[in-house]
């Protein structure tokens, strides 16, 4: 059994669509900055270890965790780059828990680092590159490249995530309206978060509705935006993070799994996955996650939650398959409130994917959020006390699912 | 309308930052060389060619993939068993396309489908007989193989899919 591993303080860089005014080491220090600020007792020093992650290929300069090493103050410290596509925060979480959880001598506070400016780079080449292999194999079996772009046009995120807003639309019956519902409610949110990036105050249900088709069901006003940003998270065990922080939030189940991909499959060979709104990944890696934090009815047990949603179906989706509510009712939890900032199990206070999406950060901004309102310290604070919550992330090849279930007490042993 | 106008237009606070010196660079990926063997797909291929479909079976977990697949990931084991597969099918899945034609500019909205052939455990992305509108696109709906009139022996000998009737009715609860 490993140590007990706790969350001491996290910290984020302002997002943008162009944070023209810094690079991206410039932008990770911005993170790493605050990240500290909140932990006025520990020093750059005093950090034993870095784990660090951003989507490969995505800025057009690689091995960045290198060449930023004096940025982020990791010079002659133990260093490890993890990155598994739009899963790479949570995956850099996990491996911060893990390098923690571990135990060995000389490692205790250990600074978890996630970032992306895309705006440096071209996006879709990274993205396409993630299944230049699958397409090429395809091609080989006889279809053109212009019909497969054809195809694929509608297999980037968006694209699976319009096949599983199909699915599930078509399941628990909601409208687009119930979308717009959702987006609505986290612009606002992210209006009350500093550093948050589509800040719209004032939008309404109609505004939404009012965008052009990018892919039905999904509009333009509801997909999430391209950011430049940073985020920071620092893991530390269960006696050190009492020395440094008025609330240790201790980390007590994390999942990590791959389902099956979804679409094109591996070779072109397709997929099981049938209905893509069923994310049998999702719902292992929750009963994986809740089982370690000792949590059997997450719908009464969890008080806050960040999944990972760039489109509004997919939050839809996500909460319920987290088993945060009954299948096919998340809908109605947003219209009467539960969801929001004052209700009884508020979602995505910080805007979400949905408002701020800086690809290789977005999964671990997720626990970041979820730590920092247990602590009291969020930018959009929920007025209630948070206990337990958890953050969520989906990405890889549209087929990993991560998870950090968090609380302010360590799992109680029977 | 632009991307800038439509964000403005849904009431979007935009921060400016000023600019720090950007110097222009490219980074070009050099071809490469993916391996994948595609033996089991050659038997499949090969029916094609006559008009037949086969799907692959998992003779551990009883699972027919179509297109075939090299390996169960259920199972660990290789699929080994052809099985006869009917034209028919259903739509699993879709998602619809917006692309500008060439030649007149019009934006025209495709669907594209998840397939799923009767008796196949997978679905794979194809395409609707153009002159369906996807309005008319449900999930579940039967379809049916529409041959390429060249056939080559490749995936694209299914051209698309044709809709067909729908035998099922909507059956009114009893009235007591
Ligand atoms: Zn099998």
């Not at chain 1, 901004?365 to 979820?370: C, I, L, N």
Request: with cysteine; net charge negative.
């Amino acid at each position: 059994m490993g140590r007990q591993v706790c969350v001491a303080s996290a910290g984020f860089s302002e997002h943008a669509s162009k944070r023209s005014d810094v690079n991206m080491p410039e932008l990770v220090n911005e993170a790493i900055v605050d990240c500290l600020k909140r932990v006025p007792s520990l020093d750059i020093k005093d950090i034993d270890a870095f784990v660090n992650g951003n989507m490969p290929a995505f800025e057009g300069s690689n091995i960045p965790e290198l060449w930023m090493t004096d940025w982020m103050g990791a010079r002659n410290k133990p260093l490890m780059r993890v990155t598994t596509g739009g899963t790479t925060g949570g995956s850099v979480a996990i491996a911060g828990y893990y390098s923690v959880a571990a135990g060995l001598p000389g490692v205790d506070n250990v600074l978890a680092i996630a970032f992306e400016q895309q705006s440096q780079g071209d996006t879709s080449v990274g993205l396409a590159s993630v299944a230049y292999g699958e397409i090429s194999v395809m091609n080989s079996l006889g279809i053109p490249y212009d019909q497969l772009t054809l195809l694929l046009s509608g297999g980037a995120a968006i694209g699976i995530a319009s096949y599983q807003a199909t699915n599930y639309m078509r399941k628990s019956k909601i409208t687009e309206e119930d979308l717009a519902r959702v987006v609505v409610q986290n612009r606002h949110n992210a209006a009350k978060t500093w550093w948050a990036h589509l800040k719209m105050p004032d939008l309404t249900i109609e505004e939404v509705l009012d965008t052009p088709y990018i892919s039905y069901p999904l509009r333009y006003g509801m997909v999430c935006p391209a950011s430049d940003g940073a985020c920071a998270m620092l893991f530390t065990t269960e006696e050190k993070a009492k020395d440094i922080c008025d609330i240790p939030v201790f980390v007590n189940g994390v999942g990590s799994i791959a389902n099956e991909t979804a679409l094109i499959g591996y070779g072109g060979s397709g997929s099981g996955q049938l209905d893509l709104s069923e994310q049998l990944g999702a719902q292992k890696t929750s009963e994986i996650a809740f089982n370690q934090a000792g949590i059997h009815f997450p719908r009464k047990e969890i008080d806050y939650a960040e999944v990972y949603s760039p489109f509004p179906n997919q939050e839809l989706m996500w909460v319920e398959k987290l088993g945060l509510f009954e299948e096919n009712t998340a809908t109605k939890m947003y219209e009467t409130g539960v969801t929001a900032l004052n209700g009884e199990l508020p979602i995505n206070c910080s805007g979400g994917v949905n408002s701020t999406n800086a690809i290789g950060a977005s999964a671990l901004e997720r626990p970041a959020v979820a730590a920092l309102q247990i602590m009291g310290k969020a930018s959009n604070q929920v007025p209630k006390t948070v206990h337990t919550s958890l953050g969520h992330g989906w990405g890889g090849y549209v087929n990993l699912v991560t998870m950090m279930v968090m609380a302010d007490e360590p799992v109680r042993k029977y | 309308m632009s991307k800038r106008t439509l964000r403005k237009s849904m009431g979007y606070i935009k921060k400016e930052y000023p600019r720090t010196r950007t110097i222009p660079a490219s980074w070009y990926l050099s071809s490469y060389k993916f391996k994948f063997n595609i033996t089991h797909m050659k038997p499949f291929l090969d029916k094609l060619k006559q008009k037949k479909l086969v799907g692959l079976q998992c003779s551990s977990c009883n699972r027919i993939y179509f297109p075939p697949r090299q390996i169960c990931g259920k199972c660990l084991v290789k699929p080994d068993r052809w099985i006869d597969l009917r034209e028919t099918g259903r739509v699993a899945s879709f998602t619809v396309t917006y692309l500008k034609d060439p030649e007149t500019g019009e934006v025209l909205e495709r669907p594209i489908v998840c397939a799923q052939l009767d008796g196949a455990d997978t679905s794979y992305p194809a395409q609707l007989d153009p002159d369906i509108e996807f309005k008319d696109t449900y999930i579940g709906m039967p379809i049916k193989v529409h041959w390429a009139e060249n056939i080559k022996g490749g995936l694209m000998d299914i051209e698309y899919y044709d809709s067909i009737e729908d035998s099922a009715k909507d059956l009114q609860p009893k009235e007591e």
